[in-house]
T-cell receptor
């Protein structure tokens, strides 16, 4: 099955700096890569996603890049703010395959943004 | 904004007891999922459910687990005889179609003592 690895496990940055979280996946059938943000006491919330026919996607301060050849994808947060502090999960999924909607998650990255 | 809601937020149970975790998916969603996260480990898929039957289940989802949609709004996960290693955060999720994003509930923390 798919194996998603995520690094780093913890990340501390100063407010205003950029943060980058990286993930790798193993199954070339995966074609959908969402990123979730989990704040304390809440469930994972989708913040951005990318499909394998696209190399990069941006939404305001958040961007995701995908390298299908290397099986890497990354989350970039620019101009970080204290409210960005949370656990971030990457995930992978094979849309349209036999695994109906099953997501494979990375271990998560605890991001702390210091004022 | 529509959301997935789970109850209870925290459940403590004795080993060997049955527990039922409850979820109310988003109303127009057709696909439902359970995931769990043991402390310090990855979020793991348990089961997906569509059209009143299980679509897919992982190797974790053995005979001790079952899911049900008892009415038009609830989706439940039952663990028949809990073990210590069932202690985890359990997340319910739903999606409108098989190929659209999944929305997660806030989770139920299950502690088996």
């Amino acid at each position: 099955g798919e194996n998603v690895e995520q690094h780093p496990s913890t990340l501390s940055v100063q407010e205003g700096d950029s943060a980058v979280i990286k993930c790798t996946y193993s199954d070339s059938a995966s074609n959908y890569f969402p990123w979730y943000k989990q704040e304390l006491g809440k469930g994972p919330q989708l913040i951005i996603d990318i499909r394998s026919n696209v190399g990069e996607k941006k939404d305001q301060r958040i961007a995701v890049t995908l390298n299908k050849t290397a099986k890497h994808f990354s989350l970039h947060i620019t101009e970080t703010q204290p409210e960005d502090s949370a656990v971030y999960f990457c995930a992978a999924r094979a849309l349209g395959g036999s695994t109906l909607g099953r997501l494979y998650f990375g271990r998560g990255t605890q991001l702390t943004v210091w004022p | 904004e529509p959301e997935v809601t789970q109850t209870p937020s925290h459940q403590v149970t004795q080993m060997g007891q049955e527990v039922i975790l409850r979820c109310v998916p988003i109303s127009n969603h057709l696909y439902f999922y359970w995931y769990r996260q043991i402390l310090g480990q990855k979020v793991e898929f348990l089961v997906s459910f569509y059209n009143n039957e299980i679509s897919e289940k992982s190797e974790i989802f053995d005979d001790q687990f079952s899911v049900e949609r008892p009415d038009g709004s609830n989706f439940t996960l039952k663990i028949r005889s809990t073990k210590l290693e069932d202690s985890a955060m359990y997340f319910c999720a739903s999606s409108e179609t098989m190929n659209t994003e999944a929305f997660f509930g806030q989770g139920t923390r299950l502690t088996v003592v």
